[in-house]
């Protein structure tokens, strides 16, 4: 099976040009901007998948995570086809980004959801 946060992460990456991963670092504030893509849901099936994926944008400002989060966004949902180590059927916005509490004030961070359909290449 598929990993998506492997899948995605890397693919945001390559396409938006914005460090993107799993987890956050522990020098985020010194990594911005960042895409955060974890898996919070969804079905595994044996011909594919259909997880929940929560993606948050962290920024150095309000606008620039709002804008990197309409980027993701519109990135996302247009994504079909095979990508290195899948092949993704669908994604759809299920809660589209909003902003985010965040523990550093420095850190201005915007979250959406996601559900990818995809399966193994």
């Not at 909003?98 to 961070?109: F, G, K």
């Amino acid at each position: 099976m598929a990993d998506v946060e492997s899948v995605l992460a890397p693919w945001l990456e390559s396409q938006l040009d914005v460090f993107c991963a799993a987890e956050t670092p522990a020098d985020l504030e010194d990594t911005l901007p960042m895409i955060r893509v974890e898996r919070v849901a969804g079905v595994d099936g044996r011909f594919g998948q259909s997880p929940a994926v929560a993606v948050d944008v962290f920024a150095a400002t309000a606008d620039e995570a709002r804008t990197l989060a309409g980027r993701v966004r519109e990135t996302l949902v247009f994504l079909t086809g095979p990508v290195p180590g899948a092949v993704i059927r669908s994604v759809r916005c299920t809660s589209g980004p909003t902003r985010q509490p965040w523990a550093s004030e420095a850190i201005h961070r915007r979250g959406a959801t996601y559900v990818v359909s995809l399966r193994s290449a």
